[in-house]
């Protein structure tokens, strides 16, 4: 059996990789910043390796013996001073480079869907600076490209419960978001297969008034939905983008560009959103 490595363990993927990986037999060395985190998970891990993925020394002989890398590792709201190139950038590729030095056969990154679109974005850039380093290294990789997940629909569920949900636009544009746990056996299948990019969404495709709807009834709130011009959208940004920091501004253009773009790809797994918000109460 291949022994993979993962990378970003605790977070909301890393977490449904985890259970994926137990629940098919492989053996495992999780990577974790804190792995006290990593145990009140009670994921069936054999190894844990400590380290600060953003300092390459703490990273030494972490690929040893390891057959398959997996990494999700990435920020939406930049902390600890570390910026999007600090972490969805070098921090991967210092784990890219360390499985070059192993011989690792596989690396499998979860990156994200429809990045092409959105390559003015700063999160995106230093995503796709990676991706770029990755498939010149020669080393035989895959990228998971997910919609969006489960999770990132659970600002909807927070405007329902005030009463009332902001969209902007018509509304109209379309996602399939999809559960950690679909997403997770999708990444786990590609330890396998030999697919360079797979395209992942959910099993259902929604516009953004629908699920804006969907959360109104799930806390029996009356439908009760705004939509916002589009020229209010490119006001905001306007100044975000001039008059706050990147760490401000960052979250805040991705969250209204992907609001305002279609995000449907290939169906995989069963989990519905309305599950997942009934299940978030």
Not at 36 to 45: I, Q, R
Not at 128 to 156: R, W
Request: hydrophobic share 40%; proline share 2%; net charge positive.
């Amino acid at each position: 059996m291949k022994k993979i490595l993962i990378a970003g363990a605790t977070g909301y993927l890393g977490s449904h990789i985890l259970n994926e990986l137990e629940r098919r037999k492989y053996t495992v060395r999780a990577m974790v910043r804190n792995a006290e985190k990593l145990k009140k998970l009670n994921a069936g891990v054999d190894e844990i390796f400590e380290a600060e993925i953003t300092k390459p020394l703490s990273l030494v002989n972490c690929c040893n013996g390891i057959d398959t890398v997996i990494t999700s590792v990435g920020i939406t709201r930049q902390k600890d001073g570390l910026t999007y190139m600090d972490v969805d950038y070098q921090a991967n590729l210092n784990l890219l480079n360390e499985a070059l030095k192993s011989g690792v056969k596989r690396f499998i990154y979860v990156y994200i869907f429809n990045a092409d679109k959105m390559a003015h974005l700063k999160i995106i850039q230093a995503k796709q600076k990676f991706v770029q380093a990755l498939k010149s290294s020669g080393i035989n990789y895959c990228l998971i490209n997910p919609t969006g997940f489960f999770s990132d629909m659970h600002e909807f569920l927070d405007m329902a419960k005030k009463g009332k949900v902001y969209l902007f636009g018509k509304g109209d544009c379309k996602i399939n978001p999809i559960d950690g746990g679909d997403l997770a056996k999708v990444c786990v299948n590609a330890i396998e297969n030999e697919e360079h990019e797979i395209n992942a969404g959910g099993p259902e495709i929604l516009t953004y008034t629908q699920i804006a709807a969907t959360a109104l009834k799930i806390v029996n709130k009356r439908e009760k939905i705004m939509y916002i011009p589009l020229w209010v959208k490119k006001i905001i940004l306007f100044f975000i983008r001039n008059f706050s920091s990147i760490r401000f501004y960052g979250p805040i253009e991705f969250l209204l560009t992907v609001l305002t773009t279609n995000m449907v790809a290939p169906q995989y797994g069963n989990h519905t959103l309305e599950s997942y918000f009934k299940n978030s109460l």
